[in-house]
């Protein structure tokens, strides 16, 4: 690998393609995708395989109150704050073995190859999973990062609760119990240096450019909410229209005029309802209450903030004669990274002659919480088509090797300054 120097010319492209296979079998489908869903029993056995990967290269793991995983590679001064990188391990239902779990393989890969490279470092590097990134089961998402850098209360996401009424507290508990490590006491949270944060794209754009390296400049704010709408169980068969309060047709009406309101000229605002439930769920009962979530993302605050009114605005004037509410359940403000670390994962792919280019990311990552402790940035590989939360999400072992090239020699020089 021309340009290569240190823990850069340690990266082993098989070793961590091996390890993406290996992690792709908790949770695997048969569609070659992972269903492996925050503090679930595969989260717990990819915890205990990260964990066991890290021992046997003398490495020491810990964990915190919601759960994240740390695995320790020392520096020279234990005394010195460390320097970070990492991702997430949950998936999302019909999820890809890359999103996420690439920046947790390359992370650990990085820690490896200095070891191999016997690249001393004055600071420690400390690799992490982040728990519950993406926010399918429990919400609010990128929670393990939110906690530990203050944004959410540990006591708020503890008595979170999914879809079956599970509270986080209990799935956590389960999970550490399965996949036990040593707990860091107090409030998740610690001094940082600086953290990096490696992802496949999840877009098309480095693909279609021919480009390796995406030198990610900053994240759009996303905001999610629930809609409840409340009306009244009838019979199918001899409740006339004019006498229903039907809780589905209110939220149909309301979904369909917000598709309307959020379509804009230049495609840029992002409006997606992803679960939709109806209560009580049968044939021929009209249904009483019925729910939907909205993810709602663009890069400018200000628009954000104005979708946010309209949202409400039309809950208010399609709920009749049912009752309606709207409630928001995250609300993330644009990221910008920090200029010197963007010049340096841009100066790092440079030295390594991989062609890259500077873009801002459309999806939400950990580092947006993380940003707001410490200088931070992301490094983008691409992924097949930029195909991402889908089963068939795909990425090359050069394409990975190579952002994990870039993030070692980003990290080497974070911890050695
Ligand atoms: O939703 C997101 O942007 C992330 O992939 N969880
Ligand atoms: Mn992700
Ligand atoms: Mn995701």
């Known amino acids: 690998m021309s340009g290569a120097k240190g823990g850069a010319r340690a990266v082993r492209e098989d070793r961590l393609w091996q390890r993406h296979a290996d992690m792709a079998k908790l949770g695997g489908t048969a569609k070659g995708g992972v269903n492996r869903q925050a503090l679930s029993a595969e989260d717990a056995a990819a915890r205990n395989l990260l964990a066991s990967w890290a021992h046997a290269r003398g490495f020491s793991v810990f964990t915190d109150a919601i759960g994240n995983l740390f695995v320790r590679r020392e520096g020279a001064d234990a005394t010195a704050v460390p320097v970070m990188s990492g991702s997430h391990m949950d998936s999302q239902p019909t999820g890809g073995r890359f999103d996420g779990m690439y920046g947790v393989l390359a992370a650990f890969e990085a820690l490896e190859a200095m070891e191999d490279a016997g690249v001393k470092t004055r600071r420690p590097v400390i690799a992490v999973a982040w728990t519950n990134e993406e926010g399918s089961r429990f919400q609010p998402g990128a929670m393990g990062s939110a906690v530990f850098a203050g944004r959410y209360a540990l006591d708020d996401m503890l008595a979170a609760k999914d879809w079956e009424g599970i509270a986080l507290r209990d799935a956590l508990a389960s999970t550490l119990a399965a996949a036990p490590a040593p707990m860091r006491p107090g409030k998740p949270g610690f001094a940082v240096a600086g953290y990096v944060e490696a992802h496949i794209e999840q877009g098309p754009r ?3 450019e021919h480009k390796t390296i995406g030198v990610v400049t900053g994240i759009q704010g996303s905001r999610r909410y629930i809609v409840q709408v409340d009306g009244e169980e009838a019979h199918a068969g001899t409740t006339p229209r004019a006498a229903r309060k039907d809780a589905f047709a209110a939220a149909t ?11 804009d000229e230049g495609d840029t605002l992002r409006f997606t309802i992803g679960r939709v439930e109806v209560h009580p769920g049968s044939p021929n009962t009209v249904p009483g209450r019925a729910g939907f979530t909205i993810d709602l993302r663009h890069p400018s605050d200000e628009i954000l903030e104005a979708q946010e009114k309209a949202l409400h605005e039309i809950v208010a004037r399609e709920a009749a004669p049912c009752a309606a509410r709207i409630e928001r ?11 010197a670390v963007i010049d340096l994962v841009r100066a790092r792919a440079k030295a390594l002659k991989l062609p890259s280019m500077d873009m801002p990311s459309g999806a939400g990552h950990d580092a947006m919480h993380i940003a707001t402790l410490c200088p931070a940035g992301m490094i983008f590989v691409p992924c097949e088509r930029g195909i991402s939360h889908n089963e068939i999400e795909n990425a090359t072992p050069g394409d990975l090797a190579a952002g994990t090239r870039v993030l070692v020699a980003v990290l080497e020089e974070l911890a050695n300054r």
């Open 329 to 339: 359940v995250t609300n993330v403000a644009p990221t910008d990274f920090d200029p």
């Open 206 to 208: 480095l693909e279609n």
């Open 253 to 263: 009406r309301m979904a369909a005029a917000m598709y309307a309101a959020t379509a």
